[in-house]
């Protein structure tokens, strides 16, 4: 998905592959290379995090903080045998696991099990940025309702399933980013599938017990 | 051939070999259970591949787009330091060459001081009047390092004076041979009183 303002960056670029563009940006300052890569790489990172976080103004901050990482770190940490997008894509990763622990880690203090209300701690939650509440977005109901289950899903599930739709990550990568070995990554990708598959007919005999 | 839990994410996603395919679809072909599983798996897997790309807001793309030209101006900016240094080293070094010159142009000029003879040198050198050129100022020899006699708060005319009276009373070596081992060590030692 390419940006509604990438007219002015000339069609030469759009034909560089991304280790030339990242090469013109590193060594010869050109700023179009380093926009015709967000061109190219933008949405799909900025769907990984939302799709994890599913809140707007944390995943804006999360994909900023993203990027003021490559752009801080592109000439130390970055090996241009490597590609690009996965050097980034790992930045967005743990920059989005992190905070999704942070979250935990604040409501983990107490965890509680109310006898009355039959609840734990979690349900008794607003629902303000956790995972579900897709806000300021403009989605479609089938997409919203998707978007919904997969925050529902625990965080591994979810990160496998993800990196898997927007990245095209091979298993074995997502088993190398996620610290796990290939089969727990496919295990985990089955277990997100068959949750998934569970909430919608959930949702599907609600619907019909409602009409 | 034994089913893994995983081959069927395996088989949906195109991660098996093309021996393991084949050998998994002859299993799906007999086995009807795993076939249904397969089948439910792929249709949620389908419903993911409809999740569309989500575009991040322009003001944040163009927040890191002057970022990364902010950068590139600073990164400029220290490459460059190697040469900006050299520069004010070369400047430092100037000034302060410049200075020691003009410093020793003064006390060259200076004329109230002087000095002569010396304990282990057979030339006489003028050098610099720590104490300065008082004329009221009692005369105070001093040796500097060089072991160079000097006398202090003499003004010229005396100093000449005192320097004549000097050489007056010192006694010239008459037999070099006698003395030869002290002959680099010690000239105009002699005086008579």
Redesign the interface.
């Known amino acids: 998905m390419r940006l509604n303002n990438s007219d002015h960056i000339p069609h030469r670029y759009e034909q560089m592959k991304d280790r030339e563009l990242v090469h013109l940006f590193r060594k010869k300052d050109d700023q179009l290379a380093f926009q015709e890569l967000m061109n190219r790489h933008q949405a799909k990172i900025y769907s990984y995090i939302y799709s994890m976080i599913q809140n707007r103004e944390t995943a804006n901050d999360i994909f900023q903080e993203t990027f003021t990482k490559v752009i801080t770190k592109m000439d130390d940490t970055y090996n241009e045998q490597g590609k690009w997008i996965a050097w980034v894509m790992r930045i967005a990763h743990n920059a989005t696991i992190d905070h999704i622990r942070k979250q935990k880690r604040f409501v983990d203090v107490s965890s509680s099990y109310d006898e009355e209300s039959k609840t734990d701690f979690y349900e008794r939650l607003p629902d303000e940025d956790t995972p579900g509440q897709h806000d300021q977005l403009e989605l479609n109901e089938s997409t919203s309702r998707l978007l919904k289950h997969i925050g529902n899903l625990p965080e591994e599930q979810r990160t496998v399933v993800m990196l898997r739709h927007y990245y095209e990550m091979p298993f074995k990568e997502i088993a190398e980013l996620t610290d796990v070995s290939i089969n727990t990554a496919l295990g985990r990708m089955r277990y997100a599938l068959i949750n998934l598959r569970k909430m919608f007919d959930e949702e599907h005999e609600k619907e019909s017990s409602n009409i | 051939m034994s089913i893994?839990?995983?081959d069927?994410?395996?088989y949906l996603?195109k991660?098996m070999d093309p021996s393991e395919k084949v050998e998994f679809e002859r299993l799906l072909r007999k086995n009807e259970n795993l076939l249904i599983e397969v089948e439910?798996?792929r249709?949620?897997?389908n419903?993911?591949?409809?999740?569309?790309?989500?575009?991040?807001?322009?003001c944040?793309?163009q927040?890191?787009?002057e970022?990364?030209?902010e950068?590139?101006k600073s990164?400029?900016l220290v490459r460059s330091k190697p040469f900006y240094f050299a520069t004010a080293a070369l400047l430092s070094i100037g000034f302060m060459a410049g200075a020691l010159l003009i410093e020793s142009d003064e006390s060259a000029s200076n004329t109230g001081s002087a000095s002569v003879g010396s304990v282990g040198s057979t030339q006489a050198t003028s050098t610099n009047n720590p104490a300065g050129t008082t004329a009221d100022r009692e005369i105070t020899p001093w040796v500097d390092e060089n072991n160079i006699l000097h006398y202090t708060g003499v003004e010229s005319e005396r100093s000449d004076s005192l320097l004549e009276n000097s050489y007056r009373r010192l006694t010239p070596v008459t037999n070099p041979s006698q003395n030869s081992s002290y002959q680099r060590n010690l000239h105009f030692t002699g005086s008579r009183q």
């Open positions: 893994k839990k995983t069927s994410i395996s996603f991660e439910s798996l249709n949620i897997s419903r993911i591949g409809h999740l569309p790309e989500i575009s991040a807001p322009d944040v793309i927040s890191i787009c970022q990364a030209s950068k590139n990164s400029k």
